[in-house]
Nanobody
Framework: QVQLVESGGGLVQAGGSLRLSCGAS????????VGWFRQAPGKEREAVAC???????HYTNSVKGRFTISRANYKNTVDLLMNNLKPEDTAIYYC???????????????WGQGTQVTVSA
C-alpha cells in the first residue's frame, strides 16, 4: 500500500527557513517526478515545485530563488527547502506523485495528508 507522508512544517517568522520532507512507504520515489503543492485558506491548491526522475526542477514564479526541491534517494524522500519565507507562503503543503517521470504533474496521483506551514509577519 502506497503512503506519502509530509513532515517538517511549523511556525516561523518572515525571513526564516523550513525544510519539508516527503517520505514514502510502499513505493520508491526515485523513478517518479514528485511535486509539492500548497493550499491556503480560501485559495485553490497551487503547484509550488516539482522534481523529475532525472532531477530537473521546476518552480512556480513566486518561490523561485527561495525554495529548492531535491531528492534524497538513500532515504526515499523528496525535500523542499524553503528560505526567506513570507507570510503569503502560509499554507498546508502536500507532496504528490502522478507516477510520471517528468514535470509538470497532474493532480490525480498519490497524496500525503499535508504539513502546516505558518509564516508570521
Amino acid at each position: 500500500q502506497v503512503q506519502l507522508v509530509e513532515s517538517g512544517g511549523g511556525l516561523v517568522q518572515a525571513g526564516g527557513s523550513l525544510r519539508l520532507s516527503c517520505g514514502a512507504s510502499g513505493v520508491t520515489l526515485e523513478p517518479y517526478a514528485v511535486g509539492w503543492f500548497r493550499q491556503a485558506p480560501g485559495k485553490e491548491r497551487e503547484a509550488v515545485a516539482c522534481i523529475s526522475s532525472g532531477d530537473s526542477t521546476h518552480y512556480t514564479n513566486s518561490v523561485k530563488g527561495r525554495f529548492t526541491i531535491s531528492r534524497a534517494n538513500y532515504k526515499n524522500t523528496v525535500d523542499l527547502l524553503m528560505n526567506n519565507l513570507k507570510p503569503e507562503d502560509t499554507a498546508i503543503y502536500y507532496c504528490t506523485t502522478a507516477w510520471a517521470m517528468v514535470c509538470p504533474l497532474t493532480e490525480d496521483g498519490a497524496w500525503g495528508q499535508g504539513t502546516q506551514v505558518t509564516v508570521s509577519a
